[in-house]
């Protein structure tokens, strides 16, 4: 197949392009992983900064809950109360942000870790609902509102009945005055049970305080009864006074029962318990997330490092491909092409010279290899010509010359010059023959 100089060189350059658009390729391809990695790592990125202000909400979520169980104003817990809402609301939020998108292991672990902040969410609530109560301040608020009075004023009017009695004498009067000193008792023991059942660190000691305060009570209410079935013999004094213990005790309820809610206590210990550990496990949860966001993170940089090494290698090798390709190329064509010229170059100096005896081996299909058998024709084209040249030098006018074409000049000069010699010849040979008959017919007038 006869390649042409042309097409060796569009070969070779054809191939170094598509070397050169491979590497392009590669590079294109290579840059369009390393962006969509780059894109998975943002993402990524962004996923573990939302677990970290998933658990700031979630922090000030336990600190708000703190504030409630802490705080006494009203007002205050209800302002608590509206935050701990929007808190909330925000934890929903993210959290639903994060489970969005989340596949496989990643999933799993979100879903264990949404399950532990739920449970911590329901002992917070229920931590909230206690801590609304504000059981101990309103008991107390009650107490000293409606009990005190009644504390200072039935001891005044139990002063001023036993000294009406004292003064009176008599045993009636004075079994009168100790039964009213032992009502007088049983209800300061009644009223102080309210200050232990506030003063409870514990449920179980609060269970212990009512079934005390119940007791005291029970027996509040027995002497109660016994003294007013003594009161109508010691005077009006007495019966007014025993009527207004009696009114006080539902009073006295009202502000145990208030204190027994032990709201204060048992959203202490939600929030120093149960409620403490849960929101311990929730923030593990999401940081085991975060750590396998991050793992996945570092494997895919180092997946990305190891896919940008071999890019940048695929691309060494093809542009030093690209390089040899290019350089053997022109090498081998301008070899061949410096080679082939240099060949024909010496034989037309030696056809300058008139040595007509060298031809040359044609080695390639290309132009050179054209020229050096168009020098090849030449060089046989002048030798034949020289060859009838000597023939007819020698004296051979038989010889043909024969020219390769209309515009063969050394041809056409030849076979003129051979019809001219041989018409020349021909004219002698005549010539002789009439001298030579001549010479005869005188030889023979002679004779005769």
């Known amino acids: 197949m006869k390649l042409s100089v042309k097409a060796k060189l569009a070969a070779s350059s054809g191939l170094v392009l598509l070397l050169a658009a491979a590497a392009g390729g590669l590079s294109y391809w290579r840059l369009s992983e390393l962006a969509a990695s780059q894109q998975v790592l943002a993402a990524r990125g962004q996923r573990v900064g939302t677990i970290s202000d ?56 979100l879903a264990t870790a949404a399950d532990k902040l739920a449970a911590a969410g329901r002992t917070q609530a229920e931590t909230a609902k206690w801590g609304s109560l504000n059981s101990n301040f309103r008991a107390s608020q009650f107490y000293q509102a409606e009990i005190l009075p009644q504390v200072r004023q039935l001891t005044a009017a139990s002063d001023a009945l036993r000294d009406r009695l004292a003064k009176e004498g008599g045993e009636e009067a004075l079994r009168g005055a100790l039964a009213f000193e032992r009502l007088r008792a049983d209800w300061l023991r009644y009223t102080r049970s309210f200050a232990l059942m506030l003063s409870t660190g514990s449920l179980a000691e609060l269970d212990g305080a009512v079934k005390e305060a119940d007791a005291l009570e029970a027996a509040f209410r027995a002497e109660l009864a016994r003294t007013k079935a003594a009161a109508p013999g010691l005077g009006e004094g007495a019966v007014d006074l025993a009527s207004r213990y009696e009114a006080a005790a539902p009073l006295m309820k009202r502000a145990l029962a208030i204190a027994a809610e032990g709201g204060n206590l048992r959203a202490a210990t939600l929030t120093m318990g149960e409620g403490r550990e849960q929101l311990a496990a929730a923030m593990k949860a999401y940081d085991e997330v975060a750590a396998f966001i991050k793992q996945e993170m570092t494997q895919a940089a180092v997946q990305g490092a190891a896919n940008a090494d071999s890019a940048k290698m695929m691309l060494i090798v093809i542009l030093l491909g690209s390089l040899a390709i290019g350089i053997g190329a022109s090498t081998w064509i301008a070899l061949a092409i410096s080679r082939g010229l240099a060949e024909a170059v010496g034989l037309a100096d030696a056809v300058a010279e008139g040595d007509l005896s060298r031809t040359l081996t044609v080695r390639s299909q290309d132009e050179i290899g054209a020229l050096v058998a168009s020098l090849n024709a030449m060089t046989a084209n002048l030798k034949a010509n020289a060859s009838v040249a000597e023939a007819i030098a020698a004296g051979d006018l038989t010889v043909e010359a024969k020219p390769l074409s209309d515009r063969d000049a050394l041809g056409l000069a030849l076979k003129t010059m051979l019809e001219r010699l041989r018409s020349v010849v021909s004219e002698a040979l005549g010539a002789a023959g009439n001298v030579s008959a001549g010479s005869q017919e005188l030889s023979a007038s002679a004779e005769q």
């Open 54 to 109: 998933l658990q700031n909400a979630l922090g000030a979520a336990g600190r708000t809950e703190k504030n409630i169980v802490l705080e006494s104003d009203p007002k205050r817990i209800a302002e608590f109360g509206q935050l701990l809402a929007h808190q909330n609301a925000e934890l929903a939020r993210l959290r639903a942000e994060l489970e969005r998108g989340a596949t496989g292991d990643e999933q799993r672990l």
